[in-house]
């Protein structure tokens, strides 16, 4: 099982991002695709996770959506209003679809995403 992390970059406060999530070797719909991150000096978190056509979004309600394409086996994290709080490193994870990101197996590589003020 791979997860590939991308779209992180730096960013003016109130800017947009979009990060993607391309999942191999798992079958897509049986697993609940989360985005975590984790700032300097801070516990990771949730952020937000998509099972199927349930999903959630936790610090960022408001300003982020999450959405998944099963064709792509990818989930993208679209982020907008950008604040430099948000800066972080964002991982995207995946877990069996019945925990609802409460417990993930697999994890991929972070991707950066940097706000500036």
């Known amino acids: 099982v791979q997860l590939q992390a991308s779209g992180g970059g730096l960013e003016q406060a109130g800017g947009s991002l979009r990060l993607s999530c391309v999942a191999s070797?798992?079958?897509?719909?049986?697993?609940?695709i989360g985005w975590f991150r984790q700032a300097p000096g801070k516990e990771r978190e949730l952020f937000a996770c998509i099972s199927g056509s349930v999903y959630y979004v936790g610090p960022g309600k408001g300003r982020a959506t999450v959405s998944s394409d099963s064709a792509k086996n990818t989930v993208y994290l679209q982020m907008n209003s950008l604040k430099p709080e948000d800066t972080a490193v964002y991982y995207c994870?995946?877990?069996?679809?019945?925990?609802?990101?409460?417990?993930?197996?697999?994890w991929g590589k972070g991707t950066q995403v940097t706000v500036s003020s």
């Open positions: 070797g798992l079958t897509f719909d049986d697993y609940s």
């Open positions: 994870a995946a877990g069996l679809s019945v925990y609802h990101c409460s417990k993930m197996a697999y």
